[in-house]
Each structure stands twice: as structure tokens, then as C-alpha cells.
């Protein structure tokens, strides 16, 4: 299968300060890619869509002046948490959309966020 | 409203087969999805269906009828690994992926 990469593994931060989350597609374009959040024993939940030069689509609820997407190259996508709180603690997983099996999104290993 | 709906946990003994069910009602399908979820980790893609039948791969197999609207995932020979989250996904017609909630597998000795 297509292989995702998602750097960096662990983040702790202050409260107030801003983590950038890096998405690479390895060995394959993808011109979507996904970013989810995921909270302990909780579904995934999706919170954006980024596309390749154009500006993503936010969820219903996730404020996009705090989580700033963007999808440069067909190969890279990152998010930035700007200013980052407790409550944003979570587990981010990105994932890229390959055409092989049709539409069929790769993930990334994720990213396990603490913010103090 | 679109819906997928899935065992919230199931349990089973190592060795043996356990059938996973999906249902789901979607505006459109253009295919579904299995991937798999261990703990602490991100989702590991399993299998595709988009037209009806069985697909095997090694010990995990994926069947679909699209005019019920449903899918399983059949794993056999379990092992202790197999202890996972099981994810059903559908692709509807606007290429958007839903995703069910995740049937929790507890495979027990």
C-alpha cells in the first residue's frame, strides 16, 4: 500500500504556543489530504479536507484561524495549532487520498499532541 | 442523513472466525471500506468493495450487497493480534468518506 508519513510522532508544548504537524505522501501524489482528530476511546473525527493550492474545507465546528492548513505541493500538507490549549491534547492523524483502490485514503502514523 | 452503523464491541476466542457487520444508508456509493485500528495507533487500510461479492485476502475477508445496504468483515484463525478497532467507511457520491463508529475486537485465549 501507499505509504504516509507524519512528523513529528510526539509534541508537548506550552499553553499559547503553536505546533506545525507535517503530512507527506511518500510514494505517491496526492492531491487530497485529511486531517482528523481523534480523542482517547473516541471515533475519528474529521476535520478538514485540503487540497492541493487551494484553501481547505473546515469542518462544521473547527475554527479555521486556529488549526491553518496547508496543502503546498502534491506531496505535503501541514497543520499549525496556533496558540495551542489543554483541550487541544489530542491524537491528529493526517491522511492522503490515493487513486489505488479508487479513493482510498492512506493515514499517516499520527501525531499525539500535549499541551501543559 | 447519511448513517453507518456497527457493533459497538464484540468478543471472540483465539482461533475461531468473528463476522463483523456494517450497515449503512449514504447519499450515493462509490465504494466501502475496512481499516483496522490498534490502539495508540492510526488506521491501517483492509479492504475495498464496490461491487457485490466476497473479496479474500489471507484471513480477512470483506463482503458486500449493495442492495442491502450492508458489508462484513469476516476475520478467521484469530490471533491476539487481530485485538484491534475495526472501521467500516463509505465513499458516497460526492467522493466524501463516512466513517462508522469502529467496532472495538477483543479476542480473548
Known amino acids: 500500500g501507499a505509504v504516509v508519513s507524519q512528523h513529528p510522532s510526539w509534541v508537548i508544548c506550552k499553553s499559547g504556543t503553536s505546533v506545525k504537524i507535517e503530512c507527506r505522501s511518500l510514494?505517491?501524489?496526492?492531491?487530497?489530504m485529511f486531517w482528523y482528530r481523534q480523542f482517547p476511546k473516541q471515533s475519528l473525527m474529521l476535520m478538514a479536507t485540503?487540497?492541493?493550492?487551494?484553501?481547505?474545507?473546515?469542518e462544521q465546528g473547527v475554527e479555521k484561524d486556529k488549526f491553518l492548513i496547508n496543502h503546498a505541493s502534491l506531496t505535503l500538507s501541514t497543520l499549525t495549532v496556533t496558540s495551542a490549549h489543554p483541550e487541544d491534547s489530542s491524537f491528529y492523524i493526517c491522511?492522503?487520498?490515493?487513486?489505488?483502490?479508487?479513493?482510498?485514503?492512506?493515514f499517516g502514523p499520527g501525531t499525539r499532541l500535549l499541551v501543559l | 442523513g447519511q448513517n453507518i452503523d456497527q457493533p459497538t464491541e464484540m468478543t471472540a476466542t483465539e482461533g475461531a472466525i468473528v463476522q463483523i457487520n456494517c450497515t449503512y444508508q449514504?447519499?450515493?456509493?462509490?465504494?466501502l471500506f475496512w481499516y483496522q485500528q490498534h490502539a495508540g495507533e492510526a488506521p491501517t487500510f483492509l479492504s475495498y468493495?464496490?461491487l457485490d461479492g466476497l473479496e479474500e485476502k489471507g484471513r480477512f475477508s470483506s463482503f458486500l450487497s449493495r442492495s442491502k445496504g450492508y458489508s462484513y468483515l469476516l476475520l478467521k484463525e484469530l490471533q491476539m493480534k487481530d485485538s484491534a478497532s475495526y472501521l467500516c467507511?463509505?465513499?458516497?457520491?460526492?467522493?466524501?468518506?463516512?466513517w462508522g463508529a469502529g467496532t472495538k475486537l477483543i479476542i480473548k485465549p
Open positions: 510514494d505517491f501524489q496526492a492531491t487530497t
Open positions: 467507511a463509505v465513499l458516497d457520491s460526492n467522493y466524501q468518506l463516512i
Open positions: 468493495n464496490v
Open positions: 485540503s487540497n492541493e493550492g487551494s484553501k481547505a474545507t473546515y
Open positions: 491522511s492522503a487520498r490515493a487513486g489505488f483502490p479508487q479513493e482510498t485514503q492512506y
Open positions: 449514504t447519499s450515493g456509493f462509490n465504494g
